[in-house]
């Protein structure tokens, strides 16, 4: 079974700063999906970013950038020029695309901006 | 973008009643939806996994009996927690992918908030 870490339960960032999140993940898979969720206060569950297992450039999308090491099967977040409103729970998650499209979260990560 | 509608929000009810929440996929058809459930500070656990037509997988742990899921069309997903106890109270989470386009990312919903007195 697949699992994944988050091995930081909470990151503090100076606004406009830059903060890495961490995360790791454990398959035998060679084909796979990655993502990186955001929830805030709401509970709403907002997709950050994407990688797809068999593409090596790492996804970025605006101030969000992944760093996918798939041979050490991890997959970083960095957040560019943090903003208050980045403010939120984190988490990475794994797709398998032989078992359908189950999502595996990992623990989150607390991600506060100081002002 | 697609949409996905859960619906209460947030419930309150007496120890012993039975409770549905109802998960719509608005823009798009989703074969399969899944049903979270969320503790406070925790992430994300899947509870079941919704098929439209068929009887839904529940994962380990889980009593089917006291979560019936119900997918009776492409865009309707219901859980009910039967006979629900103050045990039961937590924050659950809907999700759907679409049927096309292929390998698209789950879309979740607002979630509901169950909270048994």
């Known amino acids: 079974a697949q699992t994944v870490t988050q091995s930081q339960p909470e990151m503090s960032v100076q606004e406009a700063e830059t903060v890495t999140l961490s995360c790791t993940y454990d398959?035998?898979?060679?084909?796979?999906?990655l993502f990186w969720y955001k929830q805030p206060p709401s509970r709403q569950m907002i997709l950050v970013i994407r990688?797809?297992?068999?593409?090596?450039q790492n996804a970025t999308e605006n101030r969000f950038s992944v760093n996918f090491q798939k041979a050490a099967k991890s997959f970083s977040l960095k957040i560019s020029d943090s903003q208050l409103g980045d403010a939120a729970m984190y988490f990475c998650?794994?797709?398998?695309?032989?078992?359908?499209?189950?999502?595996?979260f990992g623990a989150g990560t607390i991600l506060r901006v100081k002002s | 973008g697609a949409v996905v509608s859960q619906h209460p929000s947030w419930v309150i009810c007496k120890s012993g009643t039975s409770v549905k929440i109802e998960c719509r996929s608005l823009?798009?058809?989703?074969?399969?939806m899944f049903w979270y459930r969320q503790f406070p500070k925790q992430s994300l656990m899947l509870m079941a996994t919704s098929n439209e037509g068929s009887k839904a997988t529940y994962e380990q742990g889980v009593e089917k009996d006291k979560f019936l899921i119900n997918h009776a069309s492409l865009t309707l997903s219901t859980l009910t927690v039967t006979s629900a106890h103050p045990e039961d109270s937590s924050f659950y989470i809907c999700?759907?992918?679409?049927?096309?386009?292929?390998?698209?990312?789950?879309?979740f919903g607002d979630g509901t908030r169950l909270s048994i007195l």
């Open positions: 823009d798009f058809q989703a074969t399969t």
């Open positions: 990688q797809e297992a068999y593409k090596q």
């Open positions: 999700s759907a992918v679409p049927v096309l386009p292929h390998n698209q990312p789950q879309h």
């Open positions: 998650a794994y797709r398998s695309i032989e078992y359908g499209n189950k999502l595996v």
């Open positions: 398959t035998s898979e060679s084909d796979y999906y």
